[in-house]
């Protein structure tokens, strides 16, 4: 008998989109990009493959990402997406339309959340369950959710970086602010911009970060070697750059990210700031990967923060764990459709 798979959860990240059926784990985890002919307004490809393509096609091919700041920007687009990675994940054999879990961030509208939705249920789900994404990361991160105990988490991504204190199953004090990984990129390619006069693409930016970047000064540093365009012969050229460059590069795009940890913590009744206090500050997401981020966290705010385990996978985790034990996860995370 075939394996029919009735539940599935997904995060729908502005970087990338993973997805996790229970019981075989996270199955895909490809860029969210999509390839799109301008011509006859096609879609030619989507993940991975559509990443390859960014900064590198004709015309009248468009890579681009449907998801801004982690929410849908272009709809149409993204319900392709949707279906595509849910397909890729099910197999083709399968004929019973899953049940759906998709993360969002914690400052989501009611109408990004509709638009979320009615995507998902386009896209093949027979239900869909919207939940915000620094619930489903401390699930994923196995922070016991229900206890009357405060909990922070500072999820980092693409697009947002959402910062809430958990407690008894709800979120009490939260706030999302529109920087995250892909802002750290743009500085990065800012200040090669306008320290060696050279142009460089997202995905070099991107790869400089992971390489050598560091949210604070390191005495061992690490060098790189940048190739760009040269902006004013327009000719190729290599440079290199240092691990602490970086550090000056994306001050303060971290720094708004601390400002967000902050006001959050401000926020916080006393007696949950003692609980934080004791338990630290979770981190997960891909971003939250930057070398030392939970020490500079440490530093700016006098709380320790620990980097999860498996940071990138905590919210599709997360979905996982909400999906097989639905019942249990049902009150803090109605808002289905």
Same mark, same amino acid.
């Given at each position: 008998?075939?394996?029919?798979?009735?539940?599935?959860?997904?995060?729908?990240?502005?970087? !990338?989109?993973?997805?996790?059926?229970? /019981?075989?784990? +996270?199955?895909?985890?490809?860029?969210?990009?999509?390839?799109? !002919?301008?011509?006859?307004?096609?879609?030619?490809?989507? $993940?991975?493959?559509?990443?390859?393509?960014?900064?590198?096609?004709?015309? !009248?091919?468009?890579?681009?990402?449907?998801?801004?700041?982690?929410?849908?920007?272009?709809?149409?687009?993204?319900?392709?997406?949707?279906? *595509?990675?849910?397909?890729?994940?099910?197999?083709?054999?399968?004929?019973?339309?899953?049940?759906?879990?998709? #993360?969002?961030?914690?400052?989501?509208?009611?109408?990004?959340?509709?638009?979320?939705?009615?995507?998902?249920?386009?896209?093949?789900?027979?239900? +869909? *369950?919207?939940?915000?994404?620094?619930?489903?990361?401390?699930?994923?991160?196995?922070?016991?959710?229900?206890?009357?105990?405060?909990?922070?988490?500072?999820?980092? /991504? $693409?697009?947002?970086?959402?910062?809430?204190?958990?407690?008894? $199953?709800?979120?009490?004090?939260?706030?999302?602010?529109?920087? =995250?990984?892909?802002?750290?990129?743009?500085?990065?390619?800012?200040?090669?911009?306008?320290?060696?006069?050279?142009?460089? $693409?997202?995905?070099?930016?991107?790869?400089?970060?992971?390489?050598? /970047?560091? =949210?604070?000064?390191?005495?061992?540093?690490?060098?790189?070697?940048?190739?760009?365009?040269?902006?004013?012969?327009? %000719?190729?050229?290599? =440079?290199?750059?240092?691990?602490?460059?970086?550090?000056?590069?994306?001050?303060?795009?971290?720094?708004?990210?601390?400002?967000?940890?902050?006001?959050?913590?401000?926020?916080?009744?006393?007696? %949950?700031?003692?609980?934080?206090?004791?338990?630290?500050?979770?981190?997960?997401?891909?971003?939250?990967?930057?070398? !030392?981020?939970? &020490?500079?966290?440490?530093?700016?705010?006098?709380?320790?923060?620990?980097?999860?385990?498996?940071?990138?996978?905590?919210?599709?985790?997360?979905?996982?764990?909400? %999906?097989?034990?639905? &019942?249990?996860?049902?009150? #803090?995370?109605?808002?289905?459709?």
């Amino acid at each position: 008998m075939a394996f029919f798979v009735r539940k599935i959860g997904i995060d729908l990240g502005t970087a !990338n989109t993973l997805v996790f059926i229970p /019981g075989k784990g +996270v199955v895909l985890n490809e860029p969210s990009v999509v390839a799109v !002919n301008q011509q006859d307004n096609r879609i030619m490809a989507v $993940g991975l493959e559509a990443k390859q393509m960014i900064g590198r096609t004709p015309d !009248n091919i468009i890579a681009y990402r449907p998801m801004k700041d982690g929410v849908i920007a272009d709809y149409r687009v993204t319900e392709a997406m949707i279906r *595509y990675y849910m397909g890729k994940a099910l197999g083709k054999w399968n004929i019973l339309k899953p049940e759906v879990m998709v #993360s969002v961030p914690a400052g989501v509208s009611s109408t990004e959340r509709r638009a979320v939705i009615e995507a998902t249920i386009k896209a093949g789900a027979k239900n +869909v *369950y919207v939940v915000k994404e620094p619930i489903l990361a401390a699930i994923g991160a196995g922070i016991p959710i229900y206890e009357a105990r405060g909990h922070m988490v500072v999820d980092i /991504g $693409g697009g947002t970086t959402d910062v809430a204190v958990i407690s008894l $199953g709800g979120i009490v004090a939260s706030t999302s602010v529109k920087c =995250a990984g892909n802002k750290i990129d743009h500085a990065i390619a800012d200040y090669i911009k306008k320290t060696f006069n050279l142009a460089i $693409g997202d995905r070099t930016a991107e790869e400089v970060k992971v390489r050598i /970047g560091s =949210a604070v000064a390191i005495d061992d540093e690490l060098v790189i070697a940048i190739k760009g365009r040269d902006y004013v012969t327009g %000719l190729p050229r290599t =440079a290199q750059i240092s691990t602490n460059e970086i550090v000056k590069a994306i001050d303060r795009e971290l720094r708004e990210i601390i400002r967000a940890i902050k006001d959050v913590l401000q926020e916080t009744p006393p007696e %949950l700031s003692a609980d934080i206090i004791d338990q630290g500050i979770i981190m997960t997401g891909g971003s939250s990967q930057l070398r !030392n981020l939970p &020490d500079l966290v440490e530093r700016r705010t006098g709380v320790k923060a620990v980097l999860a385990e498996d940071a990138l996978y905590c919210v599709v985790k997360g979905t996982g764990i909400a %999906l097989e034990h639905l &019942d249990t996860y049902k009150k #803090s995370i109605l808002a289905k459709k």
